[in-house]
């Protein structure tokens, strides 16, 4: 038995999507594969079966008194990727099950069903309550097929709506779970439509677009209310050995265990004489949040909100906690965290004494070159080629700490003075 065919079907199971992809791996090594004619029957009413059937190649049929109309009938066929069964042995077939040609059909047994319940859409070994809070912000509850539901935890950065990184990091993790396990996400796109309201659910409908061979191509809609108030569009790839090259070089920067935390320098600039006292006693009144992601800037520096300097700007960042052995998690807390600090940095020209501005993310995109540890040291390099009317453009690189460009990224950012006659509302169009 091939267990990376077994592995890409699974994943293709919509009662699946659920599950971790470490279960889908577990459930590959204990499904037996049965073999049936054209008419056997494959369960008889009363009997208790084997476990859960999933049809692997072939047709059935549910037969019985139920779908005796015959305009009826096709919604009793089942085909590849559905399935039918009980997870304990105590429960009986209430209809028979025909095959209808040659039919094969992969056999989960009763003792191991359990490999069907997980509490975590990233790990089936840990709880929400065991998890480093960036997986838990990340996590989806899956309503029906194609159909999540994610929600603003009460220590998830708000910024005073819900965050964009948010809405990025679960609408991939949304796409992700309606995709095979061995297809990882390699780009994305996105465009933040309208603010987010972080006391209310969100609603995250996948579409997909295309499922191939190597690549499969999602497209999420991020709902409140009714309202359409984030897109994305991501394309997976199954792994293949191919070219390898990099131009791109990381720059030389102090390795971050030597660099002080956000949290280490606030406490500094709270009694650093060369920062306005005015600015310390706004940091000191207020309320401070730690965020799930640690960020250690390279040149730390006395600028405020207020110093005019460069358009660029570098820093490490790894999520706080061990997180579950999962790429496709992995992938999702870079795209959570890569927009805490990006697109200000296009802002830097143009502080000044006075200054108060506000931005809101336009559109968010992402390649992801090599495989990620996001619970590691990255190295995110960011600079603003150009600001433009009320635009402000960053591109950035990510590097792992051997040096290899992981992740390359770029926002677009609509910049407002505050005060504005036309300040953005509700709809950012």
Known sequence: MDTEAVVEFLGNVPLLQRLPSSSFKRIAEVVKFKHYEKGDYVVREGEVGDGIY????????????????????????LKRYDYFGHVTATSVHVADIIAL??????VLPHEHCTLLQSKSIWS??????TTALVESILHLESIELNVFQGITLPDAPKFGKVFGGQLVGQALAAASKTVDSLKIVHSLHSYFLMVGDFNIPIIYQVNRLRDGRN???RRVDAIQKGNIIFALLASFQKVEEGFDHQEATMPSVPAPDVLLSLDELRELRLTDPRLPMGYRKKVATTKFVPWPIEIRFCAPNTNTNQTQSDPRLRYWLRAKGKLSDDQALHRCVVAFASDLIFSAV????????????????LDH?????RDVRADDWLLFVIVSPTACVTRGFVSGQMFNRKGELVVSLTQEALLRMVGSPNPPALSKL
């Open 101 to 106: 040609t040659k039919l094969t059909c992969l």
């Open 215 to 217: 690549f499969a191509t």
């Open 365 to 369: 995109s992402m390649w992801f070159h």
């Open 54 to 77: 999933f049809v692997w190649e072939g047709e059935a049929e549910v037969s019985g008194s139920i779908h005796a109309e015959e305009e009826n009938r096709l919604e009793y066929q």
């Open 124 to 129: 089936a070994d840990k709880t929400l309550e």
């Open 346 to 361: 296009s802002l830097n020209p143009h502080r000044r004494k006075g200054f108060s501005s506000a931005s809101l993310s």
